[in-house]
């Protein structure tokens, strides 16, 4: 289990994204606290931000670039991590996770990363399973609906892309939560739980248009605060235990020493 937050605003709104993210980020702690991270397209450049550390959200947003989290951004995705395959002292294990244009989080366990890490002939970065969903979304050609549909286990998933800073992809593909809320003032709002977003939208000083729960094999491309696009598409189902945890937990030792924090620069339709 891990936790995944993050907005995609109205381009007029007048709110901290800094303490926003903040917030969302409190909100999903109690989903995983072996590390935290933020990412976000730098609104001058154009180029991705990301933020991360194996640390909790708690101890993450006062450190020096916790402080700095989404300056001006108008989109951004969050995620506390569960750390179950990948040790968190190796950043790459830890989220947001960037393979070509994209940046990725995920929420649930992908059973098959061995698998398309071979089909896509990339290199792996880091051990986490996380990692081949967005070598595969960042490196493959097909309709968005195909590359979700060879995606197993247990996914929602949260991504942006370099030079889009006004565009947010979100998917729900088998078990993990999703709940996405539109407010009345134009901005989207998503997490893992239904709490993250009623309190998002006090942070936005807005209330709430409506709220869904998303639904397995459901696809949505944000822009602006408003949804453009949503796909429905075939999850691949398979019979699913938590025997993984066991097989994949690693016996690391106390990573306190690598608790700083790292930065990398590189129409409605419900």
């Given at each position: 289990m891990c936790g995944i937050a993050g907005f995609c605003l109205n381009p007029k709104h007048n709110q901290n994204q800094t303490d926003l993210a903040a917030q969302m980020l409190l909100?999903?702690?109690?989903?995983?606290?072996?590390?935290?991270?933020?990412?976000?397209?730098?609104?001058?450049?154009?180029?991705?931000?990301?933020?991360?550390?194996?640390?909790?959200?708690?101890?993450?947003?006062?450190t020096n670039a916790g402080k700095q989290l989404c300056l001006?951004?108008?989109?951004?995705?969050?995620?506390?991590?569960?750390?179950?395959?990948?040790?968190?002292?190796?950043?790459?294990?830890?989220?947001?996770?960037?393979?070509?244009?994209?940046?990725?989080?995920?929420?649930?366990?992908?059973?098959?990363?061995?698998?398309?890490?071979?089909?896509?002939?990339?290199?792996?970065h880091g051990q986490v399973d996380s990692e081949a969903v967005a070598a595969l979304i960042a490196f493959t050609s097909a309709p968005i609906a195909e590359v979700l549909s060879q995606v197993q286990g247990t996914a929602a998933l949260a991504w942006i892309e370099q030079g889009k800073g006004n565009t947010l992809h979100l998917a729900r593909v088998n078990?993990?939560?999703?709940?996405?809320?539109?407010?009345?003032?134009?901005?989207?709002?998503?997490?893992?739980?239904?709490?993250?977003i009623d309190n998002a939208a006090v942070m936005l000083d807005s209330e709430i248009d409506w709220v869904y729960a998303a639904k397995e094999g459901e696809y949505f491309k944000v822009k602006n605060g408003k949804i453009i696009e949503h796909l429905n598409f075939t999850p691949f189902k398979q019979v699913y235990s938590n025997n993984w945890r066991s097989k994949y937990w690693d016996n690391y030792d106390d990573y306190s020493e690598h608790s700083k924090t790292s930065s990398y620069y590189d129409s409605h339709l419900f």
């Open positions: 909100d999903i702690e109690h989903r995983g606290q072996d590390a935290t991270g933020a990412a976000w397209i730098n609104p001058t450049s154009g180029n991705r931000v990301i933020s991360k550390a194996p640390i909790a959200a708690t101890k993450f947003i006062t001006n951004a108008t989109t951004a995705i969050l995620h506390t991590r569960w750390a179950t395959q990948g040790k968190p002292s190796d950043n790459n294990n830890n989220h947001p996770i960037p393979r070509g244009k994209i940046v990725l989080t995920h929420n649930g366990h992908i059973n098959n990363d061995d698998a398309l890490f071979k089909q896509l002939k990339v290199k792996r078990s993990s939560p999703l709940w996405i809320a539109q407010t009345k003032s134009g901005s989207l709002v998503y997490g893992s739980t239904e709490e993250t």
